[in-house]
């Protein structure tokens, strides 16, 4: 299984970042797909997660509103569109796989991840 996060950078405080995360050797439409963040010396933390149809949206309060996570699984794609950055929001994105995520928001029921991509908000 295969994760692959792509689309962070650098950007400036108020700008927009469209992050994807492409997935291989799981059958894609039946796992829960999430993604988390880990800024320097600070615990991973939930930002989003998706259901297996894409019919239901989860989101952390420090980003509803402003983050929209999608999926395409004829692409066995996830993507986090991320507006009106701040420079809070400054970490590594992971994506994530569960089959189950019985607690969309905890990192433990996440089999599957991604190496990582990185996000940096300039002031």
């Known amino acids: 299984v295969q994760l692959v996060e792509s689309g962070g950078g650098l950007v400036q405080a108020g700008g927009s970042l469209r992050l994807s995360c492409a997935a291989s050797?799981?059958?894609?439409?039946?796992?829960?797909m999430g993604w988390f963040r880990q800024a320097p010396g600070k615990e991973r933390e939930f930002v989003g997660g998706?259901?297996?149809?894409?019919?239901?949206?989860y989101y952390a309060d420090s980003v509803k509103g402003r983050f929209t996570i999608s999926r395409d699984n004829a692409k066995n794609t996830v993507y986090l569109q991320m507006n009106s950055l701040k420079p809070e929001d400054t970490a590594v994105y992971y994506c994530?796989?569960?089959?189950?995520?019985?607690?969309?928001?905890?990192?433990?029921?996440?089999?599957?991840w991604g190496q990582g991509t990185q996000v940096t908000v300039s002031a």
């Open positions: 998706i259901s297996r149809s894409g019919g239901n949206t």
């Open positions: 994530a796989a569960s089959i189950s995520a019985a607690v969309v928001g905890a990192p433990r029921e996440y089999r599957y």
């Open positions: 050797g799981l059958t894609f439409s039946a796992y829960v």
